[in-house]
């Protein structure tokens, strides 16, 4: 399992990806830094302050708009990460994208998987950034810690089915964070399934 990131970097050069610039939404990038600590892997989130304009106080990735300045969606999630927790670009080793997500927001999240080494000062921006913590991909993709749920936003809008995780040590990842990481867990699913398959 520790070779997990040559086999997702392998597979992710493969899969077709939606082109994000023909698709509706304000465009958008994440990373999704994962790290190898205590004999397993691990994905980082942050929670979001109360001072942002979008999502305040929410489980997040780092991440953000595409910016001018921004020469790919890559880019602009490095940028974000290095903002927001301080993780230096050159750290992270990008395996690839995912396919995008578009938020009730109106955003079109592209989410960029990234390795980044372990320990790591990390160093939370406060205007942005309330704190950071590491889920085991395991205990993401055990299917008792997931459950559909209906959430209607505003009163008068619509009923949405959105993807909830059980907290974890107090954390609750939901909204468009819970449907990358279900989207990235769908693709570590085949990834996994076609190691068994060549073995077989």
């Given at each position: 399992m520790i070779d997990l990131p040559h086999k997702l970097r392998r597979y992710l050069a493969m899969d077709p990806k939606i082109d994000p610039e023909e698709a509706f939404g304000r465009p958008a990038a994440v990373l999704?830094?994962?790290?190898?600590?205590?004999?397993?892997?691990?994905?980082?989130?942050?929670?979001?302050?109360?001072?942002?304009?979008?999502?305040?106080?929410?489980?997040?990735?780092?991440?953000?708009?595409?910016?001018?300045?921004?020469?790919?969606?890559?880019?602009?999630?490095?940028?974000?990460?290095?903002?927001e927790i301080g993780i230096h670009p050159q750290d992270v080793d990008i395996l690839g994208r995912l396919k995008p997500t578009r938020t009730i927001t109106h955003f079109l999240i592209t989410p960029i998987l990234g390795v980044i080494p372990w320990p790591y000062e990390l160093r939370c921006n406060p205007n942005e950034v309330a704190s950071t913590f590491g889920v085991p991909l395991q205990w993401l993709a055990d299917p008792a810690n997931l459950e559909l749920r209906k959430?209607?936003?505003?009163?008068?809008?619509?009923?949405?089915?959105?993807?909830?995780?059980?907290?974890?040590?107090?954390?609750?990842?939901?909204?468009?964070?819970?449907?990358?990481?279900?989207?990235?867990?769908?693709?570590?699913?085949?990834?996994?399934?076609?190691?068994?398959?060549?073995?077989?």
């Amino acid at each position: 399992m520790i070779d997990l990131p040559h086999k997702l970097r392998r597979y992710l050069a493969m899969d077709p990806k939606i082109d994000p610039e023909e698709a509706f939404g304000r465009p958008a990038a994440v990373l999704i830094p994962l790290y190898w600590h205590d004999d397993e892997w691990h994905a980082l989130f942050t929670r979001r302050t109360d001072h942002v304009e979008e999502h305040r106080g929410q489980v997040s990735f780092p991440g953000g708009m595409i910016e001018a300045e921004d020469l790919n969606h890559e880019q602009a999630a490095l940028r974000e990460a290095n903002e927001e927790i301080g993780i230096h670009p050159q750290d992270v080793d990008i395996l690839g994208r995912l396919k995008p997500t578009r938020t009730i927001t109106h955003f079109l999240i592209t989410p960029i998987l990234g390795v980044i080494p372990w320990p790591y000062e990390l160093r939370c921006n406060p205007n942005e950034v309330a704190s950071t913590f590491g889920v085991p991909l395991q205990w993401l993709a055990d299917p008792a810690n997931l459950e559909l749920r209906k959430y209607k936003p505003s009163e008068h809008g619509p009923l949405y089915e959105v993807h909830f995780f059980k907290a974890y040590q107090g954390e609750v990842i939901w909204g468009a964070t819970g449907r990358i990481v279900v989207q990235f867990l769908k693709v570590l699913r085949e990834v996994l399934e076609n190691e068994k398959r060549s073995e077989g």
